[in-house]
């Protein structure tokens, strides 16, 4: 069965940033947007996946996007970063999904929705920062790092489920010790993710303090925010309401 050992192989091989995304990292936190834009234009599959996710119908663009510039221009900085972060995700997405009754399509959905959901809290709260906007990415991989450590072992996490009646985020602390938030800080630190947005993360569950009380609020919401989405028909069947 599953173990730490194998989690941190696994957070090990995740695909660190690539030159072109350092250098358009770089270019959005210096808020050269248009620079931004150049330098991702230059790989086309990254160039591909920008265009083809902002254009999905959660966005409500009335007309289809298809300059790399408009795209960061519309997002501005906290997007950008997001929608960067997600093109990472998709760098180890499986083709396959056993565990999860996902695809390429649903999960896209999923990264959207999420995206979508969390924006518009950010907005509530009147907060304008690029990491904590850019932090809800790595949810969605982490439930790519669940899938890809569960598959191998589908029959034994199912037993786990049915006989024992666990979830899936109670079955990942007992064989690793770690919960999905605690795999998303660790894809966050691999990413060198701003530590202020990943005590975001650190507090969705409510077991850890984050020392700020709007970062506590904050987390809050993403707790809520990311358990509800799972729970959407639209978007995942209901398949991870248990998580």
């Not at 969705?204 to 959407?232: E, P, Q, T, W």
Request: include cysteine; aromatic fraction near 10%; charge should be positive.
């Amino acid at each position: 069965m599953v173990n730490k050992e194998e989690l941190d192989s696994f957070i090990l091989s995740i695909p660190p940033k690539s030159d072109v995304l350092k250098e358009t990292f770089a270019a959005v936190s210096s808020g050269d947007l248009v620079k931004a834009a150049k330098i991702a234009e230059t790989d086309e599959a990254l160039a591909n996946y920008l265009r083809n996710f902002v254009n999905k119908p959660i966005y409500f663009f009335k007309k289809e996007i298809k300059e790399v510039g408009q795209i960061f221009g519309i997002l501005g900085t906290n997007g950008t970063k997001e929608l960067l972060h997600h093109y990472m995700m998709s760098l180890f997405s499986p083709d396959d999904w056993k565990l999860f009754k996902l695809n390429e399509k649903r999960f896209s959905d999923l990264q959207a929705m999420l995206s979508n959901y969390w924006k518009k809290i950010m907005e509530h709260e009147k907060l304008k920062s690029d990491d904590i906007s850019a932090v809800i990415s790595l949810l969605p991989a982490a439930i790519i790092v669940t899938e890809m450590l569960f598959s191998k072992y589908i029959d034994e996490v199912q037993t786990l489920r049915e006989v024992k009646k666990l979830d899936y985020n109670t079955i990942l602390k007992r064989l690793v010790g770690l919960g999905l938030f605690d795999i998303a800080e660790k894809i966050g630190l691999k990413w060198e993710m701003n530590p202020k947005s990943i005590n975001v993360l650190k507090a969705a569950l409510g077991v850890k303090g984050c020392g700020d009380s709007n970062l506590c609020k904050l987390a809050r919401y993403m707790h809520i925010m990311f358990f509800y989405v799972l729970s959407d028909q639209r978007c995942s069947k209901r398949v991870l309401m248990t998580f």
